[in-house]
């Protein structure tokens, strides 16, 4: 009788939070966001603001929509928290809908008389555009992943992220976005407004590590719920926009808490975390 070995079990997978951006409505940045996290502070309600990406050169600057503008603002302040190079950071750029604005745009185009599509448009409709665009304001020359999995896309995203940082040993930023579309696709995907987060993903503590956030390949899949926020307006904020869905992953950052967090990711199956200051 011969005896087969059991296969060796998956080795955890470990990160440490470096830097995080953060922009939606009534969230201005991670310390803003941060203090709404905590309870210190009230969120209000008030359209994002999205602002201009300067580092862009002045041509790509003008053709730059909502998109590119909340993934390079997001970006570049978890960047800045990490210490680290933006030129050299592997990154994964995720989106549930992409450019809903410019998708708008091209519908109408198409349904139009003469059915003429601008240059700009067509250049900005491909799902990696705010990569490009990330590419070009940052120099960066790394690896750069971009995928799409509907209301699971920040949860896929960070899946993504954490494995790269495992596997290569490398820093990755992560970045995930989702912005609103105009009427009528607004009735098919209603989200409201913009929002996007930037994460710095590292494989060894630092001292600008904010979070140690763990993967346990054997139980990381949950039919589990996903977490919820006591606050009803920033759990409304949470449902209502895709990429928002990491707000409890947040929370459990800002409360500088230890324990598990359970995220939306696909239909019936969540992503379970470990999360430790």
């Avoid at 008030?46 to 909340?70: D, H, S």
């Avoid at 050299?88 to 198409?110: K, M, P, Q, R, Y």
């Amino acid at each position: 009788m011969t005896h087969t070995p059991s296969s060796p079990a998956a080795p955890a997978i470990t990160v440490f939070v470096e830097g995080i951006g953060l922009l939606g409505p009534g969230l201005e940045n991670w310390a803003q966001g941060r203090e709404q996290l905590q309870g210190v502070a009230p969120w209000q309600a008030a359209r994002c603001a999205l602002p201009p990406p300067m580092a862009l050169p002045p041509a790509e600057r003008r053709r730059a929509g909502a998109v590119v503008r909340i993934s390079l603002a997001v970006g570049a302040e978890a960047v800045a928290a990490s210490g680290l190079p933006a030129a050299t950071l592997a990154s994964v750029f995720s989106s549930s809908s992409g450019d809903a604005v410019n998708c708008h745009e091209i519908c109408s185009a198409l349904a139009s008389s003469d059915r003429l599509i601008s240059p700009t448009r067509f250049h900005n409709s491909v799902h990696n555009a705010a990569a490009g665009y990330w590419s070009i304001s940052s120099g960066a020359m790394a690896t750069s992943s971009v995928l799409c999995a509907r209301d699971g896309s920040f949860a896929a995203g960070l899946l993504e992220a954490m494995t790269q940082v495992a596997v290569e040993q490398v820093p990755v930023l992560l970045v995930a976005y989702d912005t609103d579309y105009p009427e009528p696709l607004h009735r098919a995907r209603p989200i409201p407004d913009s929002f996007g987060v930037g994460l710095v993903l590292a494989p060894v503590r630092s001292e600008h590590s904010q979070a140690q956030w763990t993967l346990e390949p054997a139980g990381c899949l949950s039919p589990q719920p996903a977490d919820r926020l006591e606050d009803p307006a920033l759990e409304k904020l949470r449902l209502d926009i895709p990429a928002a869905r990491c707000l409890p992953l947040l929370r459990g950052t800002a409360l500088r808490q230890s324990g598990r967090v359970v995220l939306d990711y696909l239909e019936g199956l969540q992503l379970a975390l470990q999360v430790a200051p």
